[in-house]
C-alpha cells in the first residue's frame, strides 16, 4: 500500500478485488478498456463504475511506481529518516523548477546548502539534540543527485517517504549508455540553438562508437547503440517545464507554465486549494432532540475552478480532526451522495488530490499528523503569512456567503450564547435539525453555488471544471482505506491480553488477537484514529494492519473523541453508562413535552409556557451560578445547558422549534 496521488489514465495499474488489472486506452467519454496483467483478459468498465469500486474501497491504485519502491503509507519514520528526508526535501524544492541542468542546478543547491548551515548554526544554540541529528550532513549533494532525489519525487506522485527504502528494480537500460544519451541530450538538444531531436540522436551514437572503441582495448562487453525511441524514453524523464527552460528561456517558460506566486494565478484545478473553518450561526439539535450547539464548517475550495471540493460539518472546535474529515470527502468521489441526500439534484463532481494546499497559522494546521499525511498524499502544505486574509481570500468569501446565504437565510439566526442578550425572545431563536442542515449545506453547494454564474470565472464554478476537468487528470489515493489510515491521527500503545486502550477504553478484534500469538504477548504498536468515530481504530505492528472495534459499541462507535473527553470529564467514575442513562431521561422529558403541546398552537404554546411559573428563564446571574455540561467549547461561546435544569431548555426550544 503506497502513498503519493494517482490518476484514472493510460497504464495505470489497479486493483479490483485481488485482479490486478491496467487502463489501455479510453474508448469513449466514459467508458474504459482494460487488462488484466495475469491472463491478458480484455474487459470494458464505465468510468462511473470505476468511481464506485474505489469510494466503497474495493478499487486501490497500485502504490508502486515501476522502479521505484517507497515506503509503506502506514510506517512511521524514525528521527534519522525523518531528517533525511527534510535534507533532500530542502534541496528538492530548491530545484524544482529548473531545467535539468548544472548550469541551473549548482547556483539553487549552493544557495540551499548556505542557508542549511545557516539554519544549522541558529539551532546549535536553541536545540542541541535537533543540530546533533541534522549534522550527520557535512557536505552538500552534487547536481546530479539532486536531479535523481527530484526524479524519484516526481515519478512517485510527489510523495516525500519516496527518498527512503530505496530498493529499486533494474532499469533495462544500460546505465552507462543512459548516461551518454543524457549527455548528449544536454549539448545538442537542451540548449537555447534549439537543435531538432536528430543532433541528439547522432551524437549518443558517436559517443556510444567511441566508447565501444574504449571496451575493445579493455575487453569489455559493447554497449548497445543508442535508438530514437531510447533518446526519447530518456527525454520523457525531464519534465515539459525543463525542455521549455532549457531550450527557450525561464521566463518564457514561466509564462507558459505560469503559477505566479505573488499574485497566486494558477492554471488548472487542483494545483493550489484553500482550507478554512467558519462557524454557522445556527443552534443544532439532533434527529432524537438532544442539543449539540452551534456547528462549525470546515471548507476546501480549488482555486482555479472555484469548485468546492470538500466540507465537514461538525460541533468541536477547529482541530485535527475538522481538516481530516474535510480533506477525506474532498479527496474521494462523492459516489453516495444521492443516496444519502435525495434534494439534491445536480452531482458533485469536484474531487482528487490537490498540490499544494493553503492554510493558516492556527494550531491544527501546523499539526505533525497534518503535515505526514500530505507528504505521503504528495500535497505540499502552504502557511498563510499572519494577518493576511486576502492570501485564501477565495475560501474566506466562499465560507461567509454560506454563513450568508444558509445559516442567516434560517429566520431567527443566533448569537453565540442565547442569554448573553437580557431581553431574549425564544420565538425568534433558529433551532434545526443536523440532518436537515447537512441536506440544506449538499444542496446550497451542488444547486445554488456550482450553478451559478461567478463573476471571476465568466461561468458557474461546475461548468468551469467540466470544461477544464478529464478525469485522467484527476489524482485519487491508492485506496480508501490507505486513505483513513494516512488522515488517521497517531498515538503509540501497547497491545496486551486486554487489547489496546485509548481514552478509558479498550479495542479488540479477533485479527488483534492472532497478532499477539504471532508476534508476542505484549507488543508496542501503533494506533490510528478517526477522532470524529472512535467506534473503530487501526492497530499497525510492523507491516500488519488490523482494525479493532471498541469493546462498548454501543456506546463509541459514531461517538467523537472530543464529546468522549467531554462526557469522562463530567462523569464522577468516568462510566458510559453514566451517559446512556441521563440520555434516556432526556429523551423521555422531551418525548412528554412534545406530547403535551402537540395541540397546542404557537401562541397557545407561549401562554401555557407563561403560566408555568418553574419554566421560566432563569436570569444569567442565577445561570452562572450553576454546573454545566458543556457541548461545546467556551470559545465558541455556544450553549451551556445543565441536565438538571431541562425545563428552561424545553421552554426555550418548544417555542423556537415550533
Known amino acids: 500500500m503506497g502513498g503519493g496521488g494517482f490518476r484514472f489514465e493510460k497504464n495505470a495499474r ?39 469500486q474505489h469510494y466503497k474501497g474495493n478499487l486501490r491504485f497500485i502504490g508502486e511506481v515501476p522502479g521505484i519502491r517507497t515506503r509503506p503509507v502506514h510506517h512511521e519514520l524514525s528521527e534519522i529518516e525523518k531528517a533525511d528526508v527534510r535534507w533532500r526535501m530542502h534541496f528538492i524544492k530548491a530545484v524544482q523548477s529548473l531545467p535539468a541542468s548544472k548550469a ?58 519516496s ?39 547522432d551524437a549518443a551514437i558517436i559517443k556510444s562508437k567511441d566508447e565501444n572503441k574504449r571496451r575493445e582495448r579493455l575487453g569489455i562487453p559493447f554497449l548497445s547503440m543508442p535508438t530514437r525511441r531510447k533518446v526519447q524514453s530518456r527525454l520523457s524523464l525531464i519534465s515539459a517545464f ?83 474529515n474535510c480533506l477525506k470527502h474532498a479527496f474521494m468521489a462523492k459516489i453516495g451522495q444521492k443516496s444519502e441526500y435525495p434534494d439534491v439534484e445536480h452531482p458533485w463532481i469536484a474531487c482528487g488530490l490537490c498540490r499544494t494546499l493553503v492554510v493558516d497559522q492556527a494550531v491544527e494546521m501546523h499539526s505533525t499528523a497534518l503535515e505526514t499525511a500530505c507528504a505521503q498524499l504528495g500535497t505540499t502544505i502552504e502557511y498563510a503569512p499572519r494577518k493576511q486574509g486576502w ?7 466562499v465560507l461567509g456567503r454560506l454563513n450568508r446565504e444558509v445559516a442567516h437565510g434560517t429566520p431567527g439566526t443566533t448569537f453565540s450564547n442565547i442569554f448573553e442578550k437580557g431581553d431574549y425572545n425564544p420565538e425568534g431563536f433558529a433551532v434545526i435539525r443536523l440532518s436537515t442542515l447537512k441536506q440544506g449545506i449538499h444542496i446550497w453547494v451542488c444547486d445554488v453555488y456550482h450553478q451559478k454564474k461567478h463573476h471571476a470565472l465568466g461561468m458557474p464554478p461546475e461548468t468551469m471544471w467540466k470544461l477544464n476537468v478529464r478525469t485522467e487528470d484527476i489524482r485519487f489515493p491508492a485506496d480508501r482505506e490507505c486513505l483513513n489510515i494516512v488522515m488517521g491521527r497517531p498515538y503509540p500503545r501497547v497491545l496486551t491480553h486486554k487489547g489496546v486502550e485509548f481514552k478509558g477504553l479498550y479495542y479488540g478484534s479477533d485479527a488483534l488477537h492472532q497478532l499477539r500469538h504471532l508476534y508476542g504477548a505484549r507488543l508496542v504498536v501503533q494506533i490510528r484514529v478517526d477522532e470524529s468515530d472512535i467506534g473503530a481504530i487501526h492497530v499497525l505492528y510492523g507491516d500488519e494492519i488490523v482494525i479493532a472495534r471498541a469493546l462498548r459499541e ?26 446512556l442513562a441521563g440520555k434516556e431521561r432526556i429523551k423521555q422529558l422531551f418525548r412528554r413535552d412534545r406530547e403535551h403541546l402537540k395541540d397546542v398552537s404557537r401562541r397557545g404554546r407561549g401562554r ?16 452562572r451560578g450553576l454546573p454545566r455540561l458543556s457541548l461545546t467549547s467556551p470559545a465558541s461561546k455556544s450553549l451551556n445547558l445543565e441536565l438538571s435544569d431541562i425545563p428552561t431548555y424545553k421552554a426555550v426550544r418548544s417555542q423556537g422549534a415550533s
Open 242 to 324: 525543463d525542455i521549455c527552460a532549457a531550450r527557450y528561456g525561464r521566463q518564457v517558460a514561466l509564462t507558459k507554465f505560469r503559477a505566479v506566486h505573488g499574485h497566486r494565478v494558477t492554471t488548472q484545478a487542483l494545483e493550489r486549494c484553500e482550507i478554512d473553518h467558519t462557524p454557522l450561526d445556527l443552534f443544532v439539535v439532533d434527529d432524537k432532540g438532544l442539543p449539540l450547539g452551534r456547528p462549525y464548517v470546515t471548507m476546501c475550495v480549488d482555486d482555479y475552478t472555484r469548485c468546492i471540493l470538500g466540507l465537514y460539518v461538525g460541533f468541536v472546535p477547529p482541530s485535527y480532526q475538522s481538516v481530516a
Open 391 to 397: 492570501y485564501k481570500g477565495k475560501i474566506e468569501r
Open 14 to 52: 489497479i486493483d479490483i478485488d485481488g485482479a490486478e488489472l491496467r487502463l489501455l486506452k479510453k474508448l469513449t467519454d466514459k467508458r474504459w478498456q482494460l487488462v488484466e496483467t495475469r491472463t491478458g483478459s480484455i474487459l470494458e468498465r464505465d468510468e462511473t463504475e470505476l468511481f464506485e
Open 104 to 161: 541551473a542546478f549548482d547556483p539553487a543547491i549552493e544557495d540551499a546548502w548556505k542557508r542549511y548551515k545557516q539554519d544549522l548554526k541558529q539551532e546549535s544554540v536553541t536545540s542541541p539534540t535537533r543540530r546533533r541529528r541534522r549534522s550527520g550532513h557535512t557536505h552538500r549533494p552534487g547536481w546530479i543527485t539532486v536531479y535523481r532525489w527530484r526524479t524519484r519525487y516526481e515519478q512517485s506522485g510527489d510523495n516525500a517517504y
Open 608 to 623: 401555557v409556557i407563561e403560566q408555568q411559573p418553574e419554566l421560566a428563564l432563569p436570569s444569567p446571574k442565577a445561570i
Open 163 to 201: 527518498q527512503v527504502n530505496q530498493a529499486r528494480k533494474q532499469d533495462s537500460t544500460d546505465p552507462d549508455l543512459a548516461e551518454i544519451i543524457d549527455e548528449a541530450l544536454e549539448e545538442e538538444y537542451l540548449i537555447r540553438e534549439r537543435n531538432p531531436l536528430q543532433e541528439a540522436i
Open 554 to 579: 454501543d456506546y463509541a462507535v459514531g461517538l467523537s473523541l472530543w464529546l468522549h473527553e467531554q462526557l469522562q470529564k463530567h462523569s464522577p467514575k468516568y462510566d458510559p453508562d453514566t451517559w
